[in-house]
């Protein structure tokens, strides 16, 4: 059972554009939603997290947003630059299952120069 | 601060071998994860320790993969006998203390081919 759907799985923007990332969830015990950032070779390393009591978390370029009652929460990647090309997932955790990481399948960005 | 590190990065066997992967993490961290990532798709939890238990094994295909902690550090994760679906990558984290809003900090993984 698929926990997390994330889209699109492939994604191509201009440098200067704005990248949207996609994700959906089925469990509502999930509290802390994380996205992960993943270079070719490399692990995922933590991008941006949110928690459900806020509708909105902005780090830099990065911002997520999150609808609770939808069950939806979405990656905004502003002025994207060919830096940011990688692959990208969101992930979801809730306390009971201790620390579990429960991904999306990813989303591959391509930033053209 | 020294990441998490993960041997050897590559590794091709042919089915029915067994073979064995090693993860030092981060020092003072006291859980320690072992994903799946099976290409393109997301990376899967396999087991979890806090320090030298077991929190997590449910997804851990018990008739072939088996992994320990020793002492609390490093850790192994073994497959025996390999099959050709066990081609992945093989990721290893830890973080602090292992709570909801703790980062896990990924090793670069170790990349298996069962031929």
Redesign the interface.
């Known amino acids: 059972q698929q926990q997390?759907k994330?889209s699109p799985q492939s994604l191509i923007v201009q440098k200067g554009g704005i990248s949207i990332i996609n994700c959906a969830y089925e469990n509502t015990a999930f509290?802390?939603f994380p996205w992960y950032q993943q270079f070719p070779?490399?692990?995922?390393?933590?991008l941006i997290?949110i928690?459900p009591d806020v509708s909105e978390k902005k780090e830099g370029r990065f911002t997520i947003s999150f609808n609770k009652s939808a069950k939806q929460f979405s990656l905004h990647i502003m002025d994207s630059q060919p830096g940011d090309s990688a692959t990208y997932?969101c992930?979801a955790?809730?306390?009971t299952?201790?620390?579990?990481?429960t991904?999306?399948?990813?989303t591959q960005l391509t930033v053209n120069p | 601060e020294a990441g998490v590190a993960q041997s050897p990065r590559y590794k091709i066997i042919e089915k029915r071998q067994s073979v064995a992967f090693w993860c030092n993490p981060i020092s003072g961290h006291a859980t320690l994860y072992w994903y799946q990532q099976i290409l393109g798709q997301g990376p899967k939890l396999l087991i979890q320790f806090q320090n030298n238990g077991v929190v997590d094994d449910s997804q851990l295909p018990k008739d072939r993969f088996s992994a320990e902690r020793l002492k609390g550090v490093d850790s192994t994760l073994k497959i025996q006998p390999a099959k050709l679906e066990d081609s992945a990558v093989y990721l290893c984290a830890s973080s602090l203390v292992g709570g909801i809003t703790d980062t896990q900090y990924f090793g670069p993984g170790t990349r298996l081919t069962v031929l």
């Not at chain 1, 299952?97 to 990481?101: A, P």
């Not at chain 1, 991904?103 to 990813?106: P, S």
């Open positions: 997390v994330q509290d802390y070779g490399k692990g995922p390393a933590l997290a928690r997932f992930a955790k809730e306390e299952s201790g620390s579990r990481l991904f999306g399948e990813g």
